[in-house]
């Protein structure tokens, strides 16, 4: 039975590949290639795969460099230059849908990504779309904001700042199993993300291999993390400028990101 689902819509209209977009290809490369590097997934090259929330489909074209097929879903805005950049290098193994329920190519994903495509009222649905959408053994990850899961002093001032102001109850890692445990779905222990910089060289100086042991996720712009979290006055760009001039924040701040792993048994 057809599950409709449209989850997050990103508000920036798709935009030309210049330097811009190309630092932001780059930031999802890097967010793929710490799933690699820390084997939570290795890319056989035959899989199905599916981009919740593509926006301008930056995640859609790193995983079609591994996947053999990948669908970006996103309810308002096609990526029409991440098609044409790829269509012009003779592939088209990616395709747009703006609900899942609009094509019958595959039947079930081997992975589901979403970077920054979740909002915080999705997580708690998630369960139905990964229980009609993810294949048995296929996994769920996610890039979200940090205070999403922890609180406390490891937050940093901007992320208790946005925190505070959006009144979320951090998801904790039993919550998120109890609700996903009724779709046969289990959160999947990711490496330690409150890190400091100088405790992870230190550790790479005693284990020279540790890097492919350590997250090297990106950090996230606040503007998109106000959107996500729910906030109605980060949907304009003014009443966005607003609110983080009264949370003492601008447009240049960048908070740290966590992964949320899922796989289906």
């Given at each position: 039975?057809?599950?409709?689902?449209?989850?997050?819509?990103?508000?920036?209209?798709?935009?030309?590949?210049?330097?811009?977009?190309?630092?932001r290809l780059l930031h999802h490369w890097a967010f793929v290639r710490a799933l690699e590097t820390t084997g939570l997934w290795n890319f056989r090259g035959d899989e199905s795969a599916l981009d919740i929330g593509s926006g301008?489909?930056?995640?859609?074209?790193?995983?079609?460099?591994r996947a053999a097929h990948v669908v970006a879903l996103d309810l308002r805005h096609p990526p029409l230059d991440a098609l044409r950049l790829w269509r012009k290098g003779g592939r088209c193994n990616i395709v747009h849908r703006a609900r899942l329920d609009e094509f019958?190519?595959?039947?079930?994903?081997?992975?589901?990504?979403s970077y920054l495509g979740l909002r915080y009222a999705d997580i708690a649905r998630l369960k139905n779309v990964l229980g009609y959408a993810l294949r048995c053994g296929g996994r769920f990850f996610a890039l979200c904001p940090r205070f999403w899961f922890e609180d406390g002093e490891a937050l940093e001032p901007a992320e208790r700042a946005l925190g505070a102001y959006a009144q979320?109850?951090?998801?904790?890692p039993g919550v998120l199993a109890a609700q996903l445990e009724s779709a046969r779905l289990r959160v999947i222990e990711t490496p330690p993300l409150t890190r400091q910089p100088?405790?992870?060289?230190?550790?790479?100086?005693?284990?020279?291999r540790g890097w492919a042991r350590e997250l090297k996720l990106p950090r996230a712009p606040v503007a998109r993390i106000l959107?996500?979290?729910?906030?109605?006055?980060?949907?304009?760009?003014?009443?966005?400028?607003?609110l983080l001039a009264a949370l003492g924040l601008s447009l240049r701040d960048t908070v740290p990101t966590a992964l949320l792993a899922v796989e289906k048994v």
């Open positions: 039975m057809p599950f409709a689902i449209s989850l997050a819509a990103p508000t920036d209209t798709a935009q030309p590949y210049t330097a811009l977009c190309f630092t301008a489909g930056e995640l859609s074209l790193v995983l079609a460099e019958d190519e595959f039947d079930e994903f081997d992975v589901i990504a979320l109850p951090p998801l904790t100088a405790d992870v060289a230190r550790s790479l100086r005693q284990d020279p959107e996500i979290s729910g906030c109605a006055e980060a949907v304009t760009p003014t009443g966005g400028e607003r």
